[in-house]
């Protein structure tokens, strides 16, 4: 317990006589209630928020003389004299308040005893960062992002083949955070347009970027699930928040080529982004031909030259100027080439009937939906 003793003399009828003022720590029941404990907005200008907060002191102990808030970071930043009081913050962070209560003593002769206590709020406030307005962001392509009626629910949707293998984007400016550590949480989920838990590749599809820094990527799914992902990041003031969904299939420059004159156009070979490997929808179903099988090639062209890879005899191996490859028509395929350091090495491919897989595009299971909600900010 501190005690500070002060001397001082009155005038008047008590002239003369010296006062000893004495300051002692004292136990003071009280308690702090806020109107709210945790306020969430969603300026991602930090420093120019207007969060206003109501205090009460709720006094357990009588004849109480003296009140004053103490309100670190906070405007303003003390009041006096009240049993209630508004304060404004404009930044995000957790907040504490304290109130300093006073009696006073003045039965003993020639001494006026101030008994001081400070109450410390129980549970600080917090002001945090959650995302409502998804439909502010800038994208690559906005005919990708679907923000819900509600703008705190996005879907980043894939329809169609990319023309190129680039990743979509999606990103935000955070300003006035004034060097300090953040603790990011955001909830996602990727979704299949058509399941097949058996053939979930483990590529990259999703990652999300403070600026340059990755935060973190996915590569395995579980199917249309909401997973929460925490991160901290130090010393960060203006920054973008940025999302890169990668596209399951992009254009390719190869093709598949046929040398019998019947079968036309040549078939288009899709990348699968990320993958190393190239996809191709043949439906010979319907095919115009007589001839019992099919042969066909692999062919690019790149700068006016042409190149054409085939098989290198028994096997799936693949080499430049090889054999062709041999199909039955009447049936539907789908064809699977593995690259290595971009080119041709081997291939399979699966027939309908004989395969739980699909053998068109349009059936495709690669196409997934990523969806994203709940993303908070906090100083921690």
């Not at 690259?339 to 595009?361: A, C, H, M, W």
């Amino acid at each position: 317990m501190g005690i500070f003793i002060i001397l001082t003399s009155c005038s008047n009828e008590l002239e003369g006589i010296e006062f000893i003022r004495v300051v002692r720590n004292t136990d003071i029941k009280a308690r702090i209630v806020p109107d709210s404990t945790l306020i969430f907005r969603s300026n991602r200008n930090n420093g120019q928020l207007n969060v206003p907060i109501t205090y009460k002191a709720v006094l357990l102990d009588q004849d109480i003389d003296s009140i004053e808030w103490i309100f670190p970071g906070g405007n303003p930043s003390s009041i006096k004299e009240s049993l209630s009081a508004e304060v404004v913050y404009s930044d995000y962070g957790s907040f504490s308040s304290k109130l300093v209560l006073t009696k006073v003593d003045t039965l003993n002769k020639n001494y006026i005893y101030s008994l001081k206590d400070t109450i410390e709020i129980t549970r600080p406030i917090k002001i945090a960062y959650e995302e409502n307005n998804w439909d502010t962001f800038t994208t690559s392509d906005d005919s990708q992002w679907a923000v819900l009626p509600n703008s705190k629910n996005v879907i980043i949707r894939e329809n169609e083949v990319f023309e190129q293998n680039i990743p979509f984007e999606a990103s935000a400016r955070f300003t006035g955070f004034n060097n300090r550590k953040i603790k990011f949480s955001v909830e996602y989920k990727l979704t299949y347009k058509n399941f097949y838990e058996n053939n979930v590749t483990t590529n990259t599809k999703l990652e999300v970027l403070i600026d340059d820094l990755k935060a973190f990527g996915v590569t395995r799914v579980t199917n249309d699930i909401y997973f929460t992902q925490d991160f901290f990041i130090n010393n960060l003031s203006d920054f973008d928040f940025t999302i890169k969904k990668y596209p399951a299939l992009s254009s390719s420059d190869w093709e598949i080529i046929f040398n019998n004159s019947e079968i036309e156009p040549n078939i288009s070979l899709f990348e699968l982004v990320n993958q190393n490997q190239l996809i191709g929808y043949l439906d010979l179903s319907n095919s115009n031909t007589s001839s019992e099988t099919l042969d066909l090639l692999l062919r690019t062209t790149i700068n006016g030259n042409e190149f054409s890879f085939g098989k290198t005899g028994i096997g799936q191996n693949l080499s430049l100027d090889g054999l062709p490859i041999s199909i039955t028509p009447g049936l539907k395929y789908k064809f699977l080439i593995t690259l290595d350091e971009g080119l041709p090495i081997s291939y399979r491919y699966l027939k309908e009937n004989f395969t739980s897989l699909p053998v068109q595009l349009e059936n495709n299971e690669y196409f997934l939906d990523a969806s994203f909600r709940k993303l908070q900010l906090s100083i921690d």
